[in-house]
């Protein structure tokens, strides 16, 4: 069983930024995708930043909305994905959720409120 946490949401300005952090603990076996989602009210969940591990090859993948503003990383070490987000908008607003794939099983944090707002 893998656990993912989030962390690092919050209230922000416009403009502002803020760091997301997914930690994930337990058996995590082999990785073969993390990244963040976001859910807003009345829409679709929609993907944000995601990396996937193929025959030792990392790919990311940003949505439109958010490439050049948004970047992922992770600490392999600490088992954990962050989300850095940069000039932050309203239509940011969402919960953000951290998905991963491990072993071939899909786990969901509970997510992190990201408010951008003046």
């Known amino acids: 069983q893998v656990q993912l946490v989030e962390s690092g949401g919050g209230l922000v300005q416009p403009g502002g930024s803020l760091r997301l952090s997914c930690a994930a603990s337990g058996t995590i076996g082999r990785i073969y995708t993390m990244g963040w989602y976001r859910q807003i009210p009345g829409k679709q969940r929609e993907l944000v930043a995601v990396?996937?591990?193929?025959?030792?090859?990392?790919?990311?993948n940003y949505a439109d909305s958010v490439r050049g503003r948004f970047t992922i990383a992770r600490d392999n070490a600490k088992n954990t994905v962050y989300l850095q987000m940069n000039s932050l908008k309203p239509e940011d607003t969402a919960v953000y959720l951290c998905?991963?794939?491990?072993?071939?099983?899909?786990?969901w944090g509970q997510g992190t409120q990201v408010t951008v707002s003046s």
């Open positions: 998905k991963g794939v491990f072993g071939g099983r899909i786990y």
């Open positions: 990396f996937t591990v193929f025959t030792g090859v990392e790919t990311t």
